[in-house]
């Protein structure tokens, strides 16, 4: 009979011979070689795993299909402990773990613990958790401890997620258009649901699952009301009941003018009756429909999207209406502070923060902050957002873009985990030295329980699901910073290669530091010395540092350069917009003097002149055409060692890496020139000696369009 059930389980899940198309993402689980794999099959001899519940049941199909790829069967399933059994669950599920008494008290809801120990005299590995959901998390840390290489001789890994809401925000429209979505459509076939459940959803929650991501947002911040119709809703159910074993909540962004789109009311006044009723009568409506949703996520007042604000009212009463309709039911509002609001502020970077900070401690109970992760809007770089630490009495959540809007989109290799990183070590010394934001989101700084983290997803309807390869690794990096804020970004990205690629050490090695340095490069041809916000109009393709006019300077990139004759940058110190004042004390005088700003926020913060000698004695003009050249070397330099890891990838990905390599170069060498020619023009300088001029002519650059470049809002 075990034989049979081994036999059966081997057949039903050796994977497929396929090209390697990046479908299965970093969960390819192909067979592990040498001594390795026989150390693995000793202590992998039969899995002892339940299946009463759904959540158990995809525990133990991925167990069997991950085990069953790596070791080139899956083991046998089995009930009771042997030699090399590896036991699976939560005291409740399996009588062997509730026999063991493990200390699990700490782990709460979603946190596991692997061990080795010895259970009825044999020699077995236990992943335990409270719940079914720390279970398939744990399963997935057990799995990926194989996909790369480690021991599982001794274990005792303790896990549990730092962030309590680790949530993807889709930017997809109900139309199938994915706002700054570079990977195809959205993955959502709104038409064809709620009948038609295709085999991807399940595919899409797993990859969610195994880095510990348990909520997605379906719909666009920019958001269409339909989506809170009953027909939409029942879609919307659909999906979460394909997610729901995963651990996935489902959220909507909600359009707070909905009591009129579709409510047929008058107003959407959040201290109307009738729109507090409506909005209550709603999410009964939501609960009755998805009885474990999660919540909204609203953008409100801003960029022309309705808001409180429309009726004389602020953002805590807009937070705190949808606050009061979900809290019966356990729901969560996610209101974005990337507001702009019709005036023209001073200094758009300091916007946010006047709007929200008086409105500390206003918010229910049930409301999170949530504030993308430098002032301005996802920029190659920017410094931490300064409402991070400002809002000792409101739960902030991050948003990372995950998506690479102003990085290059697809096609561009930028692996994001060092900018993140970057953001959360930053040290916003809101309670003295130390208060980093990693630990305002994870709730340790002000002693939030309710917290979370937010990443613009960069999923479509491309078979390699985020637009190129190397684009997978900042689905899976945001993920696993989402659980743990305090993880290296290139321990991350080692994980990655190794699943996602191949185990072996040298090739690991390169791939990592070429993916380290990927973010610098960008930076550097793009907006090197905190120059930012310089993209093409719209589209954001390209750059565009000769945008000026149009219906408001805050969209321009002279308002946010301000080159002239005499230097460069934007002074927000105090003889500036003053945003430096906007940051605790000891990092307003960092950022503000000129002696300790970081040279990378230098004309972020300051403007000066074009011979202001930069940290390698080198004028700033003479240092910015170092940088943007540099940045261009650099791609050529992966495209190099790109070429040279040609036997160590499949054919197809390889060629496909390699095509977008090129690519990148084209477009960074455009940046360079573009931004020189322009540049150059406003100094009137110089190249300094052995830098190539530009090829063509500013007007050259200048002319150049993209009409139908992907993503753009409509
Ligand atoms: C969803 C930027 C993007 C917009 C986006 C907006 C936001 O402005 O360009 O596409 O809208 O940010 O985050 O709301």
Do not use: C
Not at 68 to 82: F, K, Q, V
Request: no cysteine; glycine share 10%.
């Amino acid at each position: 009979m075990a034989l049979a059930i081994a036999w059966l389980a081997g057949a039903l899940y050796t994977p497929a011979a396929s090209a390697e198309d990046g479908y299965d993402l970093w969960l390819r689980y192909r067979p592990v070689e040498g001594v390795r794999a026989d150390a693995y099959r000793m202590r992998v001899s039969r899995l002892v795993a339940g299946d009463a519940m759904p959540t158990q049941a995809v525990t133990r199909a991925e167990l069997l299909r991950g085990l069953g790829g790596l070791l080139g069967a899956a083991p046998p399933l089995s009930e009771a402990a042997a030699d090399g059994a590896v036991v699976v669950g939560t005291p409740m599920s399996s009588p062997s773990i509730a026999r063991l008494g493990l200390e699990l008290g700490d782990l709460g809801r979603d946190g596991y613990l692997i061990r080795s120990v010895t259970l009825d005299g044999h020699a077995a590995t236990v992943i335990a958790a409270n719940e079914d959901i720390g279970a398939l998390y744990g399963a997935f840390h057990f799995l990926r401890l194989l996909q790369t290489g480690q021991s599982i001789e001794r274990l005792d890994v303790r896990e549990a997620p730092r962030v309590k809401l680790r949530v993807l925000n889709h930017w997809d429209n109900l139309d199938g258009h994915v706002e700054r979505g570079y990977a195809g459509a959205s993955i959502w076939d709104w038409h064809k649901l709620p009948d038609w459940r295709a085999p991807r959803y399940a595919d899409y929650a797993r990859a969610n699952a195994s880095i510990g991501i348990n909520g997605t947002v379906l719909n666009n911040v920019n958001a269409d009301a339909l989506v809170l119709t009953p027909m939409y809703l029942e879609k919307a159910a659909a999906l979460a009941d394909v997610f729901r074993p995963y651990g996935i909540r489902v959220y909507l962004s909600a359009r707070f003018s909905a009591p009129i789109e579709i409510g047929g009311l008058e107003t959407a006044d959040p201290l109307d009756p009738q729109v507090q009723r409506w909005w209550r009568d709603k999410a009964e409506e939501i609960y009755r429909t998805i009885p474990d949703f999660g919540g909204f996520l609203v953008k409100a007042n801003s960029e022309g999207q309705p808001g409180p604000q429309d009726y004389g009212r602020s953002h805590a009463d807009g937070a705190n209406l949808l606050a009061d309709a979900l809290a019966p039911h356990g729901g969560t509002v996610m209101w974005r502070a990337f507001v702009y609001s019709d005036e023209e502020p001073d200094d758009r970077a300091k916007q946010a923060y006047s709007e929200f900070v008086p409105l500390d401690g206003e918010f229910r109970d049930n409301v999170m902050v949530q504030v993308k992760n430098g002032a301005i809007d996802f920029q190659p770089r920017e410094p931490f957002h300064p409402l991070f630490g400002a809002m000792p009495d409101t739960p902030l959540m991050m948003e990372f873009q995950i998506t690479k809007e102003y990085l290059g989109f697809a096609t561009h290799l930028v692996y994001l985990g060092p900018m993140w990183e970057e953001v959360l070590r930053a040290d916003t010394h809101a309670r003295g030295e130390g208060s980093t934001v990693a630990k305002v989101i994870d709730g340790s700084l002000h002693d939030h329980r309710l917290t979370g983290m937010a990443g613009v997803a960069n999923i479509g309807s491309d078979r390699n699901w985020s637009g190129s390869h190397f684009d997978q690794a900042n689905w899976y990096a945001y993920g696993r910073l989402a659980w743990d804020p305090e993880l290296s970004s290139r321990s991350i990205a080692e994980q990655w290669v190794r699943m996602t690629f191949s185990g072996d050490d040298s090739f690991v090695a390169t791939v990592v530091d070429m993916m380290m340095g990927s973010r610098e490069a960008a930076v550097d041809y793009m907006t090197p010395l905190g120059l930012h916000h310089l993209m093409g109009s719209n589209h954001h393709y390209g750059p565009g540092p000769w945008l000026g006019g149009g219906p408001r300077t805050d969209w321009t990139s002279v308002y946010y350069h301000r080159a002239t004759r005499a230097g460069i940058g934007f002074d927000r110190t105090a003889s500036g917009s003053n945003a430096v004042a906007q940051y605790a004390p000891p990092v307003a005088r960092e950022f503000g003097d000129l002696e300790t700003v970081p040279e990378e926020f230098l004309l972020w913060f300051h403007h000066v002149p074009w011979d202001y000698r930069t940290q390698s004695g080198r004028p700033l003009w003479d240092e910015l055409v170092h940088r943007y050249t540099r940045g261009v070397d650099y791609v050529r330099g992966m495209r190099e060692t790109w070429r040279g890891l040609a036997g160590d990838v499949d054919p197809e990905r390889h060629a496909q890496v390699a095509a977008f390599l090129a690519i990148q170069e084209k477009e960074a060498q455009r940046w360079r020139d573009a931004s020189i020619a322009y540049f150059q023009g406003i100094s009137g300088l110089p190249l300094p000696e052995g830098y190539a001029p530009p090829p063509h002519s500013l007007e050259y650059y200048e002319s150049l369009e993209f009409p139908y470049a992907p993503g753009s809002g409509r």
